[in-house]
């Protein structure tokens, strides 16, 4: 069992304790640690009480809340966002995570969101935007008597501005880019991601109307069109656009979807404009120029008896929603906004996005098997409790403070509602790294993996556990080294017969429930959150496209304002070769992949690059699939300086290829290599003789894309490292939620 840091009253796991020291704890000029985590929740509740003396609060008053709140985060019973932790009561004092900006059908407008977004990444915030008013490509420009380039060209900008500034130099930029599905230029935003040199710091969804999934039950075709003229351009049949997003979702994992017309439905504010795009994660709709204050509850904090038997302390689970509330609209006020039209509209209105984590350790703690039917029941009973009382609490601040500004153009003020301090109060967030530290399990997800293995210092690896499950075991009496070990490299517990057979239904991971019974669970909390839930559908590798497509049309129907989904082993970022955690009795040193052995005779294509130091011959010889199985380049004459490089570059390029590593991501690694003497070949920039051979093997596989053959189970270790890949930082295992990355070993993540 993972052994706790105490510090005070605070106990931390290891885990957290490892992750706020690199990643939250404010740092001296030496990088050193200057302050505790003690100290950092003191921080931060000094910094958020102050809110109270904007409204008449007196010093002992305002120490009084201070004291509140403290506790309420060092008792790990709620968090709140990111960049609250880390900037409160420092000179950035930027304290939200979420943000939409407006993309204009111009040039002016179209940069100046740009260099807005560059301050809220450096400030620490996450950007959505809606590509929707752009015209489409080719369309007229008056101006210019030219043409647009359209959406997708401008989103390459975006990228590359976030690819320069790295937010608050602990959390790096994460956008959001959405289309609706009746824009001209919709075939090519579906399928944006298939290339995997570009747009990485984006997610991407499709806004799909009510009109369009009318059209898709019935068969029938629906309207492309023109944002900037309003006329009809064409149409398309909704069956095959829909087929088109289904099989890139579930080769790639994205394109995400956002039901636009639900998501407006619950629009507070509609006569102040509609809502166009989400946060990054898609759990937060947001008008242009809002922003939203998120944080947690940790659920599993509220429950009492023994681990199987355990019920919610309602009471107390009220208690700390009312004192969350009261903390995030102290934030609005405490919050130094990157931009002056963010500000206006965000105290305007006054979202705040309060959610859960722990789901899957409440039900486990109860005893409830994540995919049973019951495990709905209580979702929908958890999150109603949670919504009452933020919504009691809204209404005290309301009589208190005032309601929020732009009430009387509300919803709330048109059906004769009691006033209310805040437009939205509840939020369904990703909580990657404040579920770390929480030591819990993350926002409404099942568990990831029951154990997983964390490489430390010289290569030592250490098996993380879950505690819950290491205290079941150990007192049910089935504990021993060797299945904690076996959990480890499978990641399940499903075929381990030492199990009981009621724990194994109970420590179901995420890749052993349905895909159904995930969009079960994300419509239940749906019922009850103002704005959206973030959670991922999981499928198995072997899932089918129509099982995708059933999981699209069943989030719908159960009235979900969106859906995310997850194939194991369809992105890119995964790590195919990680070596078994099992190790050799002899040797104590893990198992390494070896290269396939080369067939006498092999086929393949040459390709011809123009680069800075003459014509570069890459050839790329096919397995028997028609995927590249070895790679060999060719400049110069034999002996030179170029020559040898391009040929070093190939043999190790082989090696890889022959030991089963993914052929996008030694792509990706070579391009945008540079040297002195940059080319153009065919319209696109060579930077460099490496560059050309990433370029050479990313068209061989934009032309082969069927020809990859996935590793087999043996060639890429244990279950559990394959689901999401391994921490480029640490090694321990990822886990992929809502679009992102996250390392329960030391915090990293990445969307």
Known sequence: MEASVREGALRLSENAYRVLEKRYLLKDEESRP?????????????????????????????????????????????????????????????????????????????????????????????????????????????????????PLSFMSVFDAATETVKQGGRRRGANMAILRVDHPDVLDFIRAKERTDRLNNFN??????????????????????????????????????????????????????????????????????????????????????????????????????????????????????????????????????????????????????????????????????????????????????????????????AEERGAFPNFAHSVFADRGERPLRNATVTTIAPTGSISIIADTTSGVEPLFAIAFVRRVLDGEELIDINATFEQVARREGFYSEALIRRVAREGSVQHIEEVPPRWREVFKTAHDISPQAHVRIQAA??????????????FAREATRGDVAESFRLAYELECKGVTIYRDGSRDGQVLSTGRTEEKPESGRAKRKRPRPRPEVMS????????????????????????????????????????????????????????????????????????????????????????GIGQALARYLDQHPNGIEPSSEAEVGGRAERLAGTCAECGSMLEYESGCVVCRGCGFSRC
């Open 204 to 397: 991407i969804s499709v806004a799909v109307t009510d009109r369009f999934m009318e059209a898709l039950a019935g068969g029938g075709e629906y309207e492309l069109v023109n944002p900037r003229s309003g006329d009809v351009t064409g149409s398309l049949a909704a069956t095959d656009v829909f087929d088109l997003m289904v099989d890139c979702a579930w080769r790639t994992g994205e394109p995400g979807v956002v039901f636009i017309d639900r998501v407006n439905q619950f629009n507070p504010t509609p006569r102040l404009g509609a809502i166009e795009s989400t946060n990054p994660c898609g759990e937060q709709p947001l008008m242009p120029y809002e922003s939203c204050n998120l944080g947690s509850v940790n659920l599993a904090r509220f429950v009492r008896g023994e681990v199987g038997e355990g019920t919610l302390d309602r009471a107390a689970l009220e208690e700390a929603v009312r004192l969350s509330v009261r903390f995030l609209d102290d934030v609005i006020d405490m919050n130094r906004y990157p931009l002056a039209q963010i500000q206006e509209l965000t105290r305007a209105n006054r979202k705040i996005g309060l959610g859960v984590m722990g789901f899957a350790e409440l039900l486990i703690r109860m005893g409830v098997p994540y995919d049973h039917e019951e495990a709905a029941a209580v979702a929908e009973d958890v999150m109603a409790t949670v919504q009452r009382a933020a919504r009691k609490a809204s209404h005290g601040l």
């Open 525 to 538: 909390f749906q019922k009850y959150t103002d704005n959206a839930v973030s959670k991922t559908v999981n």
């Open 604 to 691: 393949g294509v040459t390709q011809r690059i123009g680069t800075g130091c003459g014509n570069l011959y890459v050839t790329i010889n096919e397995n028997g699939s028609g995927g590249p199985f070895e790679l060999f380049a060719q400049i110069g004459k034999a002996g030179g300086c170029a020559a040898s490089q391009t040929e070093a570059i190939g043999r190790l390029i082989s090696l890889a290829l022959r030991a089963g590593v993914d052929p996008r991501a030694v792509a990706k690694q070579l391009r945008g290599v540079r040297c002195p003497s940059p080319a153009w070949n065919q319209g696109e920039k060579v930077f460099s003789c490496a560059d």
């Open 34 to 150: 200057a302050e505790t985590p003690e100290q950092m929740f003191r921080r931060v509740a000094h910094n958020i009480s102050r809110g109270e003396l904007l409204y008449g609060a007196d010093e002992p008053t305002r120490r009084r809340w201070e004291e509140a709140f403290h506790g309420l985060m060092a008792r790990l019973e709620f968090l709140p966002n990111s960049p609250t932790l880390m900037n409160a009561g420092t000179d950035i004092q930027q304290l939200s995570a979420c943000f939409v900006l407006p993309v204009e059908d111009s040039m002016d407008g179209i940069f100046e969101s740009i260099k807005h977004t560059a301050l809220i990444h450096k400030s620490g915030g996450g950007t959505g935007f809606s590509f929707s008013r752009v015209r489409p490509q080719n369309d007229v420009v008056a101006s210019t008597h030219g043409v647009s380039s359209g």
